[in-house]
């Protein structure tokens, strides 16, 4: 992560804010929430701050994912240069499905709440989508995630990291 924040911070600060870098790495799958708050912490930005820009970094692709990936991965399919690649990432996210099947709206905020690797909204938003869960239930679900994220995400980069840094 301190590579990936070195990295923004010299050859895009010129071009964007440190809020600005954190608003993008929340919005990146795999990195999300999670990454944005871990990258502010080590750019020195206030906690407070730096919530709400990796807060609605993460939550923006979300609407999309929810209404319009079932039909984008449909179309990519039919290309054989995706195929392969959609069919491996709809694997993958299936693969980490049981949970959220069985509990649904519990397990699905559980699932983007908890920072484990594979686990955030992007991917909660992709299982919902696939197990055709109904869109209130899952945009509250992984709303609720999210808040559980920040939190986790809080105490681990500003508390734990932010300690070890100064």
């Known amino acids: ?24 790495i929340s919005m990146i799958p795999i990195l999300e929430l999670r990454g944005g708050l871990l990258a502010a912490s080590l750019l020195k930005i206030e906690a407070a701050r730096a919530i709400p820009f990796c807060v609605i970094g993460n939550i923006i692709p979300i609407p999309f994912i929810l209404l319009f990936i079932r039909q984008i ?35 699905l905020m559980l699932f983007v709440g908890i920072p484990l690797p594979g686990t955030g909204a992007w991917t909660g938003a992709l299982i919902a989508s696939l197990l055709e869960i109904d869109i209130k239930k899952s945009s509250l679900a992984i709303l609720c995630g999210l808040v559980i994220a920040t939190i986790i995400m809080y105490i681990f980069s500003y508390v734990l990291v932010g300690n070890m840094v100064s």
Do not use: C, H
Request: glycine share 6%.
């Open 1 to 24: 992560m301190e590579a990936l924040v070195q990295w923004f911070t010299d050859n895009l600060s010129q071009f964007i804010s440190p809020e600005g870098a954190v608003f993008l």
């Open 73 to 107: 991965f449909k179309l990519m399919k039919k290309t054989k240069v995706f195929r392969g690649l959609i069919e491996k990432l709809e694997s993958r996210a299936m693969g980490k499905s049981d949970k959220i099947k069985r509990y649904e709206f519990w397990g």
